[in-house]
């Protein structure tokens, strides 16, 4: 479903249906990756505007949300993005009104957390716990080595669990001070 | 049972408020307008000299992966080449860290920074002197960045860092824009030009410059190689200088990258 049709490039049709199936899960793991909501949102939407404009190169990738998704991410911490964000005026046909659904308190503590985590670490992680992608794959998609990723996945985690602690926020541990950091922005 | 925390596995995702598809591919039409002017007027303006390396883009570097159209197509052999090689395997992506605009012009603002993904804005790049297109993006590399930048009294620097499969499709990548360099250097216009082997100061595996001048303006062009890695950087300028001094007035210049570059060496940093 949603996946466009390989060495054949993608209708308005295909598009829809890719952009459809795709874009709500991308929004949240770019989101987690950079932890900035606005930001996610934005970069997706100009990544799945590229993917428009890339499509007959698009037809050649076997996995066009990765494509999106590391697309979207690059633009995020890109310093180009950066450098311009400031003076050009946001696409505001594009602008939602955010989330529909505010994300849940755990959500914003796990992404908070994640925020403290070295870039390489919070990548792994969001790559295989929150897009569900397996080790070889995450590997594929940053271009390390299998035992790399392996290592960044145990250390992120060790690390989330010293930031969020063993239970969850409701207890009262080091997390309810996180979820409770972010209540107060 | 207790719930297991942190519980990655089990976050219920935010509900985004997306606009619609049709307005996605609304803007991605006014982004590809936006690249066609962008190219086009580069075409015109870098199609009298510049001595860049058409042939990456029509075919270099024997040996390397697939083209990857994209910036991370989740296949093993876009990512990590599969023969290793001594001290491999190699890395095929461009590290978040090294930034390819180190000791870049700034007077003109800015460099901007192109990826994989903006076709339009390497195809510019890659041209010698008119400007050739062709479709998809230089065979064997796996990774790359374009840094553009404009300087002081209209002159302009490209610098292009392209990942191989491993040092072999690199070095013949380099050869080949060593070949294409030369016959550039054959204009009609009476340009001159010169090649600098072994820049010192480069701190390359292999590293030579190139400078053609034609009237008041002299192009540049310092190729260097580490490991799977090469990097091209290119200045157009009003300033003559010979081509000795050109080599390692750009070694300085690039050396900032050139270092980042290590992460690709058969013992990388």
Same mark, same amino acid.
């Given at each position: ?80 993005? #950066?450098?311009? /964000? +400031? @003076?050009? %005026?946001?696409?505001?046909? *594009? ?6 659904? =505010? ?48 290592? #960044?996945?145990? /250390? +992120? @985690?060790? %690390?989330?669990?010293?930031? *969020? ?6 207890? =009262? ?13 | ?269």
């Amino acid at each position: 479903m949603g996946r466009p049709r390989e060495r054949e490039p993608m209708d308005e049709h295909d598009f829809d249906e890719f952009y459809a199936a795709s874009a709500q899960r991308i929004t949240s793991q770019v989101y987690a990756m950079i932890g900035d909501r606005d930001e996610a949102q934005e970069c997706v939407q100009e990544a799945f505007a590229r993917a428009w404009t890339a499509r007959r190169s698009l037809a050649h990738v076997q996995h066009p949300e990765a494509w999106v998704r590391t697309t979207a991410y690059r633009l995020a911490v890109s310093r180009w993005r #950066r450098a311009v /964000r +400031g @003076r050009r %005026a946001p696409d505001r046909a *594009l602008q939602g009104t955010g989330t529909v659904a =505010g994300p849940s308190e755990t959500y914003v503590a796990v992404v908070e957390a994640l925020r403290r985590l070295p870039e390489a670490q919070r990548q792994v992680v969001v790559l295989h716990h929150l897009a569900d992608l397996p080790v070889q794959d995450v590997a594929a998609e940053l271009g390390v080595p299998v035992n790399t990723v392996k290592t #960044r996945l145990r /250390r +992120g @985690r060790a %690390a989330l669990a010293e930031i *969020l602690g063993d239970d969850p926020p409701p207890e =009262g541990g080091p997390g309810a001070r996180v979820v409770e950091e972010c209540r107060r922005g | 049972m207790a719930e297991r925390w942190p519980p990655l596995d089990d976050l219920d995702p935010p509900v985004w408020d997306l606009p619609p598809a049709a307005e996605v591919r609304r803007r991605g039409q006014d982004l590809s307008r936006r690249r066609t002017r962008t190219a086009l007027g580069a075409a015109l303006g870098t199609a009298a000299l510049v001595a860049v390396p058409t042939f990456l883009v029509a075919g270099a570097g024997g040996g390397g992966t697939p083209v990857a159209d994209g910036p991370g197509p989740r296949s093993a052999s876009s990512s990590v080449a599969t023969d290793p090689g001594p001290g491999g395997p190699w890395l095929s992506r461009v590290p978040a860290g090294l930034d390819v605009t180190a000791g870049m012009t700034t007077a003109g603002g800015r460099p901007v920074v192109s990826d994989l993904d903006d076709v339009d804005a390497v195809r510019s790049s890659l041209s010698c002197g008119e400007a050739q297109w062709v479709p998809g993006l230089p065979p064997g590399v796996s990774d790359l960045r374009l840094a553009v930048g404009d300087g002081a009294r209209g002159s302009r620097e490209d610098r292009l860092l392209l990942v191989y499969a491993d040092p072999a499709g690199a070095g013949a990548a380099l050869a080949e824009v060593r070949q294409t360099a030369g016959v550039c250097g054959e204009g009609p216009d009476g340009r001159e030009a010169a090649v600098a082997d072994d820049v010192r100061g480069a701190g390359a595996e292999e590293s030579w410059a190139f400078v053609v001048s034609a009237g008041s303006r002299t192009e540049s062009v310092l190729a260097v190689r580490v490991g799977n890695a090469v990097l091209l950087d290119h200045t157009s300028s009003a300033t003559a200088r010979p081509a000795g001094s050109v080599g390692d007035w750009l070694a300085g210049r690039v050396r900032p990258v050139v270092d980042g570059m290590c992460v690709f060496a058969a013992d990388p940093c």
